[in-house]
């Protein structure tokens, strides 16, 4: 019997999930080594079921075989549930209360990209847990080769159901939905069947090389055939996913887009109604008119650092049933498992949608209308980065600014509020800048920039530094 060890790429571990460049920085290898190494975990800690689930990519598929075989040569129990979305693996772990879960999932990102999205006893796994994968595949330390088993599932038809079974509508609705060629299609096809009004599905086909557009609805150009669709047919609403559905997008009637937080407020709003005083969580991107309309509506809003995972803890630490992302991760407790789900995120806003007294575009305007830039991306090296957000503090400190320190900072003027955060994920500081009128963004934009070029950077370019988003 060969001694297993394995190297990964260090640059495929990452802060929430195992990301490479197929046959660069990840390779059937790597599969096999995470299957051993998870499992070993999981058997370690007193488990033996491992749920798996992979997307429409070109590559998944064959990752998914070399995983499963790494987890069974660890002696798991191997529920496989096939090709389908990200949220139905969660479902189907958690439901199944399975010990682990897996997906093989590039989420959002080119073609050529792939990884793994990784669950333990229905709780996120990342950060250390993700390094200790390394350590423990480097060394060898693993469970000594035994036999496991396969299970083949098909979570399918319960997850469908259980996602209709939350809907609750007033009256029906014309809907288009994007799929963008994304793993969500054979389940979307299907449960569209199940909800009430006119549906038209763009891009049912999965199809890991996206030939329609790009799998990222938080980027106004991949919504351009949905907001064309939306307005020809004069539906109410318009539903888009990412590449493996736990990330939505929505448009209203008009064609005009609800970003993330936007999208928050709608759902806050309504599930204040049967949590009066509730936390619900946002990241330090959102809009400052989020967090005063949740506390408007009888919330508490509260502000945590960006990430999914990151998100999800604190949710269950803050008994939250309600957070969200500005990119489009949706997170339920309330009635749901508290995981992102862009399919379930789109069935609670059509219920209330379909009960709104007027269009989800009146719902929109009214809404304080701010000044935003898009998010800024701009390269800055791995180790520098965190340094560079310490210097802007320390300054900022100084100066007496109102700064909240939660991811990054964030600094609140009277004109509104700039961001810079270093990202968990690139080598890249991020920024976003929210201002009440065009001459404070000018001023807001003049303190981003002094602050950037006190540390010995250049200023980003505003209207292109936004092309990475």
Request: hydrophobic residues 40%; aromatic residues 6%.
């Amino acid at each position: 019997m060969a001694e297993f060890k394995h190297d990964f790429e260090p640059t495929s571990l990452r802060e929430y999930d195992i990301r490479g460049i197929v046959g660069k920085t990840l390779h059937p290898e790597d599969a096999y080594a995470l299957g051993r190494v998870f499992a070993t975990i999981v058997i370690r800690n007193g488990g033996k079921v491992v749920t798996v689930g992979y997307d429409g990519r070109v590559s998944s598929s064959a990752l998914e075989e070399a995983l499963v075989k790494g987890a069974v040569d660890s002696g798991a129990t191997v529920r496989r549930v096939g090709r389908g979305p990200t949220p139905m693996l969660y479902y189907a772990a958690v439901t199944g209360e399975a010990d682990g879960a897996i997906m093989v999932t590039g989420s959002h990102n080119p073609p050529d990209h792939n990884g793994f999205k990784m669950m333990m006893k229905g709780k996120p796994f990342f950060g250390e847990q993700i390094r200790e994968i390394g350590r423990l595949a480097s060394t060898g330390d693993v469970v000594p080769q035994a036999q496991g088993e396969i299970e083949d599932i098909n979570p399918a038809e319960a997850y469908i159901e259980r996602l209709v079974q939350d809907y609750d509508g007033q009256r029906p609705l014309k809907v288009v939905w994007d799929n963008g060629n994304s793993a969500a299609g054979d389940v979307l096809m299907r449960l569209v069947k199940r909800l009430p009004g006119e549906h038209t599905v763009l891009y049912p086909e999965i199809d890991g090389t996206f030939p329609n557009h790009h799998p990222d609805p938080t980027v106004e150009c991949n919504l351009q055939d949905l907001i064309a669709e939306v307005r020809k047919q004069e539906a109410d609403i318009g539903v888009a996913f990412d590449g493996d559905a736990d990330r939505v997008g929505i448009v209203d009637g008009k064609g005009g887009i609800l970003w993330g937080d936007q999208i928050l407020v709608l759902l806050a709003r309504d599930v204040l109604k049967n949590h009066p005083g509730a936390t619900i969580i946002a990241d330090v991107k959102a809009s400052q008119v989020l967090f005063d309309e949740v506390k408007k509506a009888g919330g508490e809003p509260l502000m945590w650092r960006t990430g999914h995972s990151l998100i999800k803890s604190k949710m269950a630490e803050t008994a939250s049933p309600l957070a969200g992302e500005m990119s489009g991760h949706i997170f339920f407790a309330d009635k749901w498992y508290g995981f992102d789900d862009a399919l379930y995120g789109a069935v609670r806003v059509l219920g209330i949608v379909a009960r709104l007294p007027g269009t989800l575009s009146e719902m929109r305007e009214a809404l304080p209308q701010m000044i935003n830039t898009p998010e800024l991306r701009f390269p800055c090296d791995d180790v520098r980065k965190f340094d560079v957000i310490q210097e802007v503090a320390e300054r900022l400190k100084e100066d007496g600014a109102d700064v909240s320190s939660v991811d990054g900072v964030r600094v609140r003027t009277e004109d509104g509020w700039w961001l810079l955060r270093a990202s968990n994920t690139q080598a890249v500081l991020v920024g976003r800048i929210e201002a009440n009128t065009h001459e404070g963004m000018a001023r807001l934009k003049a303190a981003f920039v002094a602050q950037l070029e006190a540390s010995g950077l250049s200023a980003p370019d505003f209207d292109s530094a936004a092309a990475g988003h």
